[in-house]
């Protein structure tokens, strides 16, 4: 009971950051050793969102190992909150209950063969512009912490993509855990201008918060 309501009030703070409480304080001292320039790799498509692609899809992210996990459905939370954030769409999220009732699966990868119903039907009955696939291709939640993600943003005709990204962030990396650290300061609920207990390098849901952010802000501006 108790580690229900421990969880429920993490992932209540955790969207209040991702919905976009950032701040700056005029108290705080900029610290240059935790601002990061820090940009993911592997990212591809068009150079502008197109005008008329207003309406996403946002299908459960996909993991082929253990889907049911309570991770994985605080994944799909976190990173729908994270799109959100930016602004570049409205959303539409689809559960893996709904996905069941649709399609009998719960989940799609972006790079497997995908029915010849799924997007006509996710258009007839969300009245969406495009789909956006998500994939967990790594995850390792023990320091030093690790995640990938590929996504992908596909225009409902099936032929278009505006975006796609393959990429791993690790935080043994010293570029990404500077990025980490940076993401985490510039959070609302943190006290002091430095994170120096480094607490998001510990938990493997503050760091997906930041792998979405990063993801995310990899996005083409709209025309």
Same mark, same amino acid.
């Given at each position: ?24 304080? =005029? ?8 601002? &990061?320039? #820090? =940009? ?7 150079? =502008? ?45 689809? &559960?893996?209950?709904?996905?069941? =009732?649709?399609?009998?699966? #719960? ?84 006290? #002091?201008?430095?994170? &120096? ?27």
């Amino acid at each position: 009971m108790h580690a229900r309501i421990a969880k429920g009030l993490f992932l209540f703070f955790l969207a209040l950051i991702l919905a976009g409480c950032v701040t700056q304080r =005029k108290n705080s001292v900029p610290r240059e050793a935790f601002h &990061s320039e #820090y =940009k993911p790799r592997n990212v591809a498509g068009l150079q =502008k969102i197109p005008a008329e692609v207003r309406r996403v899809v946002v299908l459960p992210i996909f993991w082929d190992r253990d889907a049911d996990s309570d991770f994985v459905a605080d994944l799909d939370v976190i990173f729908q909150l994270s799109l959100q954030r930016t602004g570049a769409f409205e959303i539409v999220p689809v &559960s893996r209950a709904q996905m069941y =009732k649709l399609f009998h699966a #719960y989940q799609f990868s972006s790079v497997a063969v995908l029915p010849d119903n799924l997007l006509p039907e996710l258009r007839a009955q969300y009245a969406a512009d495009a789909v956006l696939f998500l994939d967990l291709t790594v995850n390792r939640p023990y320091r030093p912490i690790s995640i990938g993600i590929r996504a992908r943003l596909v225009e409902m005709d099936g032929q278009t993509m505006i975006w796609a990204i393959d990429s791993i962030f690790d935080s043994a990396d010293p570029a990404v855990a500077r990025a980490a650290l940076d993401f985490s300061n510039r959070s609302t609920f943190n006290r #002091y201008p430095v994170d &120096s207990t480094g607490g998001i390098l510990m938990s493997p849901r503050a760091f997906a918060g930041f792998a979405a952010d990063a993801v995310f802000g990899t996005l083409p501006p709209r025309k």
